[in-house]
Each structure stands twice: as C-alpha cells, then as structure tokens.
C-alpha cells in the first residue's frame, strides 16, 4: 500500500475574551467594567479537585494557588454573564523551591525533556513531519532509532516499561476492576528518583477521558510529580474547548500549542534549575492518521526556541511515540502492520555531553540499528544519573533485557531473548498462505471462540457473541536452524523461546467478525504434535475503530472494548 503525502492542515485559531494577564506567578484583571473571579481548582493526584473562589479586582495580581484555574466575570454595563475561561500556568511553590536549594546536586547531570506522540511510526514521523525530522537529522545531529520494537498493544505498554523498568504484570495490580488494587503512585516511576537528586519534575498528558493511567488503570492518589497538567483537562471549560466544533484550538492558539506551553513555562520557572519533564500528546493522532501533519511547526517551533536560546546546551531532548497507527487504512496493509511495532524514538544530546562522553555516543550510534525496546529507554535514563559511575566497558549479556543504549546492545539479540512474543515482533519473516486452507479457517474460528470466551465469562452477557464472518488474509511463521542464527543488521531476525519443539508454527490471520464489522489479526500457536491451537488474548489486535459501540464495558471492562458489540 502506497502512503499519501499529506500536507500540514493548520487549524485558524482566534483569539477570544480573555480578561486577565499571567506572569511573574499571579492572575492580573487588565479590563474594566467587569466583576471577575478567579477559581482555583485544588487537590492532588487524579482525585476530584475542589474549587476555591477568590474576587479579582481590577488591576490586582493574585498569586496563584495552582497550576490551573479559570476565570468568571459579569459584564457590568451590560449586565451579562461572560464565558468561562481555563488557564495553565505554573504557580510558585514554596515548598519544591526550599527542596531544590537544600538538595545535593550533581553538577555534570543534564534537564531532560521527553515529548511524547500517540500513535505515530517512525516512518510515519518522517513523512508527515518533514520539517521537524529534518531539524532533528540535520540542525541537532538527533540519533533516531530504527529497531526500536513495541513490547504490546496500547499506550500503557509501553510507557510503563519507560518510566519504571517492568511491565505492567510484572508490577502491583491498580486495575479498576481490581478491588484490592492499589493507585499507579505504588509504580517506581523515575521522575521520583529524578526528584530525590534535586530534579524538579513535570508531568503533562492531555485527554485524561482515554487517560494512560486512568482508563483501565486507578490514577495517582497523590499528585505524580512537582507540576502536573492533566486536572486542567478535567475542568469543564477546559472540555468545552476540546470538544467545540474547532476543537483544535484553545483560544488563540492551537491545543498542542497549549500543551507546549506550559512546559515552555514551566522551562522559564525553574530557569537555573534541574528538570525533568514528559510530555505525552494524544488529540490529533489518536484516531486520526493524518493529522500527525499539525504537530509538525510546533514541534519544530520549540525545539528551534530550546536551541538558540542555548538550553539544548544543558537539555537532553527525546521525541518519541508510544506504537503506529492501531485504528487506520493505513493499519490494514502489510507495512501498516510493521509500522505498528515500529514507533519514534529520538535523541538529541548537547554538544557538552558529546565531548565528554564520545564512546557512549558512539554506542549510541551503533544501536541506531540494534534490536532495542522501551526497556532500555529506561535504562538509558537511569544511567544519566550519573554518567561518570557508569562502566561504559562492560559489555551486557544478550539475555539482559534493559540495556542502557550507551552501551552496544549485542548484535545477536533477538525478541526471544527479551520473551517478546511474536505477534509484537517486527523482526520476523512470515510466509503467507491461503486463507483457504483448512487449519487456517480452523485457526481463525478458534480465534474468534478464544474472544468468545472472555465475553461470556467476564462481561456479565452485555456483549453479543461473535462470528467469523471472513478472512482477508494469513501467514506463518516456523523456527528452523537457518533463520534462528540471522542478525538485525543483515535485514532479519528471527526467535524461538515460546516453544523450543520443532513442531510449533505460529500463525498470524488477519479476519473479520459478525455482528460489529470488526477487523483483527491474531496471533495463534500451532503444535503439530498434538494438533492443538493456543491464543492469548494480548495477541489479536483491533484494526479498525470501536469507537462508542463498547461504552457499556468501558470503565468496568475497558481491557476488552476491541472485542465488544454492546447488546442494545
């Protein structure tokens, strides 16, 4: 399938009514004839905030009690009530300022900035941010890595292993559903380590309704890092501007712009200061495979303010996405599917930490094309800690799945050695063979009886049962001596840890099913032997969008809304 080259379509965004100036930590009313109040919305962690309403008299700066807050004012002339405005700022917090002068800093460490993207490929990232990427390769001398793998379907699963070294599994449940399950603060998130050596920390995600640590997950019961944005989306003049007809815009400038400033503010709060912040922007590229066009000038925009302004000097830059496209035409074809596993990951290093640490570039460099996965972003982050203690020497054994990327990963690694399964391996070579075999309509109806299963038993019946309605195509994958010895850098890798037995064959079919229209592709394992099929249900993943049509299960069951039809 061919790729469109789409053309950046930029939102007009209009200024609106906008009473109050913000600076220097205060609200400021700047117009007259109005009675206006500023509300502060306060609280911690994804809890439900409070507001707390103080007057604003003219030309009277306010300081303010939290990040984010919004504005009423009645008109007194006309004697009107005047829309609602939501603002993002950074507030002056005495207590994180007394932390960072008390705590002992490294002086050699750097800021580090990650600015995060939903749902675009590497490849994807070049296409449709050509200005960007070429500010990246170009201007920065960025390293992009181009065998950076998924470790499974969603958000969660691979920023989880980026901000604490494990998967979800391997971590305390904080599931929803899970009575006993505890708030996401019980994860080791980095930032928290990042905080105990004097970092201040930042952590933004726009759409908190689809939210990483809020959908299937309970949230924070205390609020993550010293300055937190997602609560802002939660207000609901904040929601009316995203879900207005230009839903694109927040005011005068564009939502993404939006989300980017209040990390350029808070940059310019803590200016001498060390900082840690993510970034994690879902609105344009979530559904919509060709918006991925509008993060383009923005992106641009502040990495070119960050250069000349001299802060790339003492800031390590990375941009990155979580997976490709998972709802989209451009999913259903064969390079859909290898863009999936195949997401951006971008360095940018100051030209201070390249002369000082030329061999872990270099290794850097090297791992441009090694097999590498969220895992050993972790790693990479964990050792800039402290660069000077980290023994670059040491070569990492090839079963050592976090590996930091300024030590070479072993040419020889291959899914297997990090237990990837083979539906997330973008390594491997499949064989395609007829849908009309068979034990691939075999294959696929067990699929479909695999989904089955977990909607009987686990949605309490407000899901409809599936049919295999028809399969668009399939392919296999077998272990054998030749493939299992071949290197990422010669164009193949291959694996064999699910089943060492010579009689094991996976198949991988994409098929629709009846009543929802739904397309999947499966992953499922064949033993010859015993002429039986094994799924898991993490191995078949959706093509096309569910959207409101699994709403009946979407908070208590959200783990299975691609499977789900609701019985009307």
Partial sequence: MKFANYKPINPVCRSGFSPVTVDNYTVRLIQKDLACSVVFYLGRGDRPYRPTSISLPYNTSISLSSDHFTVQCNDLLKRTSLPTVPYISIRYDENVRQRLATTKKNPDNFNILIL???????????????????????ELDGIILKGYNILGDGTPAQIIPILTGMQERELP?????????????????????????????????????????????????????????TPFYRLSAARSYLYAQNSYCFGGQTSYEHFLSYIRKFWSSYSTDKK??????????????????????SIFNILQTLNKTGELERT?????????????????????????????????????????????VQALR?????????????????????????DLSIKPDVTQRNISLFKIIPA?????????????????QWKQVKTNDQLIKRAAEHLVSHINKYLDEVTEKLCQSLTLGSIRSAQMYKKTEQNTSQTFERGVRKLSHWNRASDIIFYQITFETKPNGAIYEGTTQYTQRTDSLYTDLSHISRLNAYKSSADCIVRKYPHLRKFCMCVK
């Fill in 116 to 138: 995060g993207l939903d749902s675009v490929s590497r490849m994807q990232f070049e296409r449709m941010l050509p200005k960007t990427f070429a500010y990246i390769t170009k």
């Fill in 173 to 229: 449940s904080t599931l929803h559903r899970d009575k006993n399950g505890s708030f996401v603060d019980v994860y080791p998130f980095i930032w928290n380590q990042y905080r105990e050596r004097g970092y201040v920390t930042g952590y933004a995600e726009d759409g908190p309704s689809m939210g990483i640590w809020t959908l299937r997950l309970r949230g924070f019961n205390r609020t993550p890092t010293d300055h937190y944005m």
């Fill in 276 to 297: 840690f912040f993510f970034g994690f922007f879902k609105q344009y590229t979530h559904n919509e495979y060709s918006r991925g066009s509008l993060l383009d000038a």
């Fill in 316 to 360: 390590i830059v990375i941009v990155m996405s979580d997976h490709g496209a998972r709802f989209s035409i451009a999913r259903l074809s064969s390079q859909g599917t290898i863009e999936e596993r195949l997401p951006f990951m971008s360095f940018m290093l100051p030209p201070s930490f390249r002369r000082k640490y030329p061999d872990a």
């Fill in 366 to 390: 090297t791992n441009i094309h090694r097999f590498t996965t969220p895992f050993d972003i972790h790693a990479t982050l964990m050792s800039l800690f402290d660069m000077n203690q980290t």
């Fill in 412 to 428: 020889q690694r291959t899914c297997e050695h990090i237990r990837l399964p083979p539906h997330w391996c973008s390594c491997l």
